[in-house]
């Protein structure tokens, strides 16, 4: 099980950026599978989780509205469209799936099975 992310960079405030997390070893007709961020001095935050068994999405409130969560079962990749950054979404952002699970909702409260590397995302001017 492999999940690879990348996409992170700097980008400004009302801006956008996507972000890529390409899997191997498993498939995304199951699992739930999201994205996670950690900012310096804070603790890991689940932003958007999705259920690739029934296609159901959690987000977090700070990024409700703003970030979406996709994937193309194809390319085996899961997509995370940030629009409208803000400064505060600055952190190291992850992508990590539950294997045994699919609800979105528990992986992005509980965390994941299996994590991938991270990426920078900065949001500055």
């Known amino acids: 099980v492999q999940l690879q992310a990348s996409g992170g960079g700097q980008v400004q405030p009302g801006g956008s950026l996507r972000l890529s997390c390409r899997v191997t070893g498993f498939t995304l007709d199951r699992p739930a599978i999201g994205w996670f961020r950690q900012a310096p001095g804070k603790e890991r935050e689940g932003v958007s989780c999705?259920?690739?068994?029934?296609?159901?999405?959690h987000y977090s409130d700070s990024v409700k509205g703003r970030f979406t969560v996709s994937r193309d079962a194809a390319k085996n990749t899961v997509y995370l469209q940030m629009d409208n950054p803000r400064p505060e979404d600055t952190a190291v952002y992850y992508c990590g799936v539950d294997l045994g699970h699919s609800s979105s909702y528990a992986l992005c409260m509980r965390g994941p099975s299996d994590w991938g590397q991270g990426t920078q995302v900065t949001v500055s001017s």
């Open positions: 999705l259920s690739t068994l029934n296609d159901i999405v």
